[in-house]
């Protein structure tokens, strides 16, 4: 099950997953919803992505925070209003963005960044990337690689507002 060094195509272009072992070019999507960015035409795509929404805010409340549902990624960079908010690293994903918020219309960005785990694999391990150890054999053994491609499903199910 050894690979064969990997080739890559580069363009504007999404790749739609046939099956868990091969997939195909399809034209890429303008708007992304709040899902996994594999399922939506980029499983093999290692970089940032920028989700974008727009909320109104009363100024009812003391404290705003912002909620990540269902991120997985290895860093999200929040801005609030176009001035940096912070970075969240993990669960679970919030942070306090009171002093950018503004009553009335506000925007807010959330870049989602990815690792390299999905271009530059392992991509065949039976157990996803969750293998402790990695040599010469590492990717030769049949109880712990697989044909189907293991990909980490980055993304984000939604922005969730917290006011206190």
């Known amino acids: 099950l050894t ?6 195509i580069v363009g504007n272009f999404g790749v739609e997953l046939i099956d868990h072992y091969r997939g195909k070019i399809v034209r890429e999507q303008k708007t992304l919803s709040g899902d996994s960015i594999v399922r939506q ?3 093999f795509y290692s970089g940032r992505m920028v989700y974008k929404s727009f909320f109104t805010f009363t100024g009812k409340k003391e404290k705003v925070f912002v909620r990540l549902v269902k ?21 679970p994903h919030i942070l306090e963005i009171t002093p950018l918020v503004k009553k009335g219309k506000n925007t807010i960005s959330v870049e989602l960044v990815s690792s390299l785990q999905n271009s530059w694999g392992p991509l065949h391990e039976r157990e996803g990337d969750d293998n ?25 199910a939604g922005i969730e507002l917290i006011c206190l």
């Open 41 to 43: 035409g980029y499983p």
């Open 71 to 91: 991120a997985s990624g290895i860093l999200f960079k929040i801005r609030v209003n176009g001035k940096e908010a912070g970075d969240i690293l993990w669960s």
């Open 132 to 156: 402790m150890w990695c040599g010469p054999a590492a990717f030769e053994d049949e109880m712990t690689v697989r044909e189907e491609l293991s990909l980490f499903n980055y993304g984000l």
């Open 3 to 8: 690979e064969v060094e990997p080739a890559y």
